[in-house]
């Protein structure tokens, strides 16, 4: 589930939002806002996934200093529903931007990519390691070189090196110290098998 924080001063465009979005089922509004006074102090009340901002409701320089001020805060849960087109450095620097007058069909397409977007960097990022990844893990720990794992599982070192690289992707863990920690952690190596 998604949720949503919705700032939008027009009242037809705000009941078009909250309308259309209570149609997905994986997106929930928790805040409408409806007013942009205090846009500074709404923006750091902001605690959903995502937020639908009107950038026509504020002026360029205010946004850019919000921008400026927290780019990565923009970059991941501002999305712009916009009436007029924005500029490359504006589109680059929120999460999605939507027109006014796109079709249903586009924006439709629009959120659920947004909402599959999401709902995938919610899953934790340790990734499973498959199994080939689990008997390289456990060879690297072992102290084994790339020409030495290549030969006990009958695969080219290439294949192996292309397996470490997916390892450290998804485990996040770049050194052979720390590989064997994980491994060792995870049942996948004994301490008496380092000796």
């Known amino acids: ?10 009242f037809i465009i705000r009941q078009g939002l909250v309308s259309s979005l209570s149609g997905f089922r994986d997106i929930e509004i ?16 902001i605690d959903t996934d995502i937020a639908i901002l009107n950038p026509s409701s504020i002026d360029q320089i205010s946004l850019a200093k919000l921008i400026e001020k927290d780019s990565e805060f923009f970059s ?11 500029g490359l450095d504006l589109e680059s620097a929120v999460r999605a931007v939507f027109s006014y007058h796109q079709s249903e069909a586009d924006i439709v397409k629009g959120m659920n990519k947004l909402v599959a977007e ?15 990844e689990q008997d ?11 020409k030495e794992i290549a030969d006990e599982l009958f695969i080219s070192t290439h294949t192996v090196v292309s397996h ?19 491994a060792i952690l995870n049942n996948l190596i004994s301490m008496g098998e380092l000796q």
Do not use: C, W
């Not at 991941?76 to 924005?86: A, G, H, M, S, Y």
């Not at 999401?118 to 080939?132: A, G, H, I």
């Open 30 to 45: 928790h805040k409408v806002y409806d007013e942009f006074d205090n846009i500074e102090v709404i923006i750091k009340k």
């Open 118 to 132: 999401l709902n995938t960097t919610e899953e934790p990022k340790e990734e499973v390691l498959s199994k080939r």
């Open 76 to 86: 991941k849960r501002i999305v712009l529903f916009t009436n007029f087109p924005v």
């Open 164 to 182: 470490r690289k997916n390892i450290t992707r998804k485990l996040g863990i770049k050194t052979v110290s720390g590989l064997t920690v994980y």
């Open 136 to 146: 390289i893990l456990r060879l690297i720990a072992l102290g084994k070189t790339q």
């Open 1 to 10: 589930m998604i949720s949503v924080t919705i700032i939008e001063p027009s």
